[in-house]
């Protein structure tokens, strides 16, 4: 079998027709019904002038379409692009201007926004309504009854499998793309280690727009699984879902399993599940030991970016003894899977580093993006010639191979799971014509990770609140993006040559208490 997202649901059809494929809150889908859907969606697409590799979008919380959606682009060899349904319209708009989508599937929930920029963007891009709008076609009228065949086009390595979307350091869109190549290895490989089998039924909650969601989800349908999907995350309601559906094996953040464990007799929901995998933003020590007690289950950490097509490391479940010789290993994100190069690389002198020398993670393989999208600069700034991805994670290995992360280069704030980047946050700040400088940095959260903090200096004569800059940035800014806290002084530090000091103003701001919200 060739590993193609493409030969997922050609696969399960062909082994397992009648098995369920996915269940979710308003219905459930079978291989058969699920490779009808692709090849009604691919067909669509056909129909619609939509040619291989050219990219179409889509927009909703979890649900069955957006399989449907990716299984269809991958019978049509159509390039998916998820939209981060967090997204202000105004991001939205811009996110589907840079991929130069030419059609979008929306879900109901977020016909306003689109509708909101409608105008800006109708030339170029046909929207599909999932649902009865007044002017767009519906979903399953567009998809057609018939029983289209399947197309059985030929995907090339190079091909564009996945077009992921994560804001970049200026603040516009930034492109990962995973190729097919890079789609083999997640499915051939990285779906064994992540240790979901057949029999098993994985929860669907990380969102499907997430390069994590969409691995996790996949990973577990190449193994033939039963994936139960939930449209959003909250603790109770998850909770109750595991104990219902029998959920066996989930993939969560951290500040999702802290949510979980808050919830009173949490520990009474979770008796059928076989392993938990956690990813996304580091966990303290007492979060994990605390939900290794409430779970009861096998844990597993892994490690990776979107630039990897997820992960390429992991905290293998043997690994996690709080209580033994080897505890310590709980501050780790494991050891690199079979095949995956890692090097340790001091930032200054470009030298590799020893064992315990603390450095830049560096790594190579098959799993590493060809690049960002239309972005030559950044790519050849993140991935050198001879193939070595530079992570942005500052660490070290340690003698048995193990990585330990104790810094990140990159001042990228992770807050739920959630990369932001603080040159967005501060370059809206800065337009605030009261403001006439701004550092955003990420201060500890125990429910999140992270929070967004920001520390202003104000033009002389100048008054906002707090309150003022929450409400600018939320017109503008997704609200995980947008500050929890903000703070006032006369200066910012900075070095002999004006470059500001974020590791200055992270330890002299590490207590602010946040908001839970």
């Not at 930034?174 to 064994?192: F, H, M, P, Q, V």
């Not at 830049?360 to 393989?365: A, I, K, N, P």
């Amino acid at each position: 079998m060739e590993y193609t997202v493409a030969n997922i649901v050609r696969e399960r059809f062909r082994t397992d027709p009648d098995r369920l494929a996915i269940s979710s809150e308003d219905r459930d889908i079978d291989w058969t019904g699920m490779y009808l859907a692709a090849r009604r969606v691919a067909s669509a697409l056909t129909n619609s002038g939509i040619n291989p590799q050219d990219r179409v979008s889509f927009i909703d919380r979890n649900c069955i379409e957006y399989f449907e959606f990716i299984f269809g682009c991958a019978l049509a060899n159509v390039i998916p692009v998820p939209i981060n349904w967090r997204l202000t319209p105004t991001e939205i708009k811009e996110t589907l201007l840079d991929a130069n989508s030419k059609l979008l599937i929306a879900g109901e929930e977020f016909w306003p926004a689109i509708e909101s920029i409608e105008g800006s963007i109708s030339e170029q891009l046909q929207v599909i309504a999932i649902g009865e709008h007044d002017r767009w076609s519906d979903y399953t009228e567009w998809c057609g009854t018939g029983d289209p065949a399947d197309p059985m086009l030929p995907v090339k390595p190079g091909d564009i499998a996945i077009h992921f979307y994560s804001s970049g350091t200026t603040g516009k869109p930034k492109g990962i793309l995973w190729s097919a190549a890079n789609a083999e290895y997640l499915l051939r490989d990285t779906s064994r280690h992540y240790g979901i089998l057949r029999d098993d039924v994985s929860l669907l909650i990380m969102p499907l727009y997430h390069s994590g969601g969409t691995g996790w989800a996949l990973c577990g349908m190449i193994n033939g699984c039963l994936s139960v999907c939930l449209r959003q995350f909250s603790a109770r309601p998850v909770l109750e879902l595991i104990a219902d559906r029998g959920i066996t094996v989930a993939m969560f953040v951290p500040a999702m399993l802290a949510q979980l464990c808050a919830q009173t007799d949490a520990e009474s929901f979770t008796g059928s599940m076989r392993q938990v995998n956690y990813t996304g933003s580091p966990i303290s020590e007492h979060d994990l030991v605390a939900s290794m007690k409430v779970f009861d289950a096998e844990f597993i950490q892994n490690y990776g970016l979107a630039e990897t097509t997820g992960g390429f490391a992991q905290l293998d479940a043997c690994d996690h003894d709080p209580g033994g010789p080897r505890a310590y290993l709980l501050r780790s994100v494991g050891k690199a899977y079979p095949g995956i190069e890692l090097k340790v690389v001091d930032p200054l002198t470009g030298k590799d580093c020893g064992p315990n020398e603390f450095g830049e993670l560096w790594t190579r393989s098959g799993q590493n993006m060809p690049g960002y999208y239309n972005l030559p600069e950044l790519t050849a700034a993140t991935i050198t010639p001879d193939g070595w991805l530079k992570t942005g994670d500052g660490g070290h290995i340690d003698e048995d191979g193990y990585i330990f992360l104790t810094d990140r280069l990159k001042d990228v704030i992770i807050s739920g799971g959630e990369n932001i980047y603080p040159t967005e946050v501060e370059s809206l700040i800065t337009s605030h014509p009261a403001v006439a400088e701004v550092a955003v940095i990420g201060v500890p959260s125990d429910r999140w990770g992270e929070t967004v903090t920001a520390i202003i200096v104000l033009h002389s004569g100048a008054h906002i609140t707090e309150g003022d800059v929450i409400s600018f940035c939320k017109a503008d800014l997704a609200s995980f993006k947008c500050p929890k806290s903000v703070k006032f002084t006369d200066a910012l530090p900075r070095n002999p040559t004006g470059k500001l000091l974020k590791a200055e103003l992270r330890n002299m701001y590490q207590e602010i208490p946040t908001s839970p919200a």
